[in-house]
């Protein structure tokens, strides 16, 4: 049984694009994407335009994820027409690169470190930091944890997190920050103000709310689940941190297809530079990754992602709030 950074090593040869399925995916998806947001406004009824824009949500999703694996340099690398297509797509997703490299690439080498800053990342504490925080401070942490908070993602996560908090922080590092803003809002304003509420909604709204409100969740759940492990910076690990802090989400094969593979989040980040296309066969391939922690879209499975909260120290899990008074009133 490979281990640590031998099966590392052993997912290199998984690790290179087949560069004409890299433009299929690409092309494909983000064509299929054009055409349902052009049924959002030209389909004749009201129902088929509403059922291209939750179409078009989901295939949002399907796209981000392609431009998630180019900003890892795993698929169209060295293209000078990829970097325009996916500069110009990230602009347009709240997501320009210079932030999600950034933040990205941080989540990556610290995913599951318990004292590091929480960027690219929900933020974490210990039952004992908890029971320090203020109550302002208590709140501000579950709020940013609340099913309603990660739902409402196209606000909190992209425009406030991504964008809003990038340039305040660093407005020249991120002047690129300012410019979707200012894009985007500026897009919302001209649909409403000429074509309507209904168009802004169903060609602009309602598919950001459910890509960036699902893709929110999924972010969420790929590192907050039952069974997931955190470590104090010094015993921290990369390899153990992908295996054992990083959920394989089990979809069907049309969630599995929308959401590109990231529920096989396990492999994603032992490997960054696995292509997600490559993703299933490279555990059908591995008997090591198949033996995964797992969690689901399903109502009970979401429930209990959502009910934890806090890493407690002494039993080395993640607990809820509620958990946490029954401890201390028994205690």
Known sequence: ML???????????????????????TISTFSLLVVSLAGTVLLPFIALRVLSSVLAGLLLIRSFIIYHDHQHHSILTKSVAADVLMTIFGMYMLSPTSIWKRSHDHHHNHN????????????????????????????????????????????????????????????????????????????????????????????????????FGLGSYLFYAQ?????????DNTEWAYE??????????????????????????????????????????VMAHFPELQQCKRTSLSIKDILECFRLKIWDTEEQQMVGVRDLKTAMATG
């Open 3 to 25: 281990c640590g950074k031998q099966l590392i090593l052993a997912t290199k040869p998984f690790a290179k694009e087949i560069r004409s399925r890299s433009w299929w995916v």
């Open 112 to 211: 599951s470190k318990l004292f590091s800053a929480s960027i690219g990342s929900y933020p974490i504490v210990t039952r004992k930091k908890f029971l320090t925080l203020s109550r302002t401070e208590k709140f501000a942490y579950l709020a940013t944890r609340h099913p309603i908070t990660i739902g409402l993602g196209y606000f909190s996560m992209f425009i406030i997190g991504m964008c809003v908090m990038s340039f305040v922080r660093n407005p020249r590092k991120h002047y690129d920050a300012l410019i979707t803003l200012i894009l985007h809002f500026t897009t919302v304003a001209l649909l409403i103000i000429f074509c309507g509420w209904q168009v802004w909604f169903l060609l602009f709204c309602l598919p950001f709310l459910i890509a």
């Open 223 to 231: 590192h907050n689940f039952p069974g997931v492990s955190f470590a």
């Open 240 to 281: 153990k941190a992908a295996l054992e802090s990083s959920s394989y989400m089990h979809m069907n094969p049309v969630m599995a297809w929308f959401t590109g593979n990231i529920g096989y989040h396990h492999i994603h980040h032992l490997n960054a530079k696995i292509p997600f296309y490559r993703l299933p066969e």
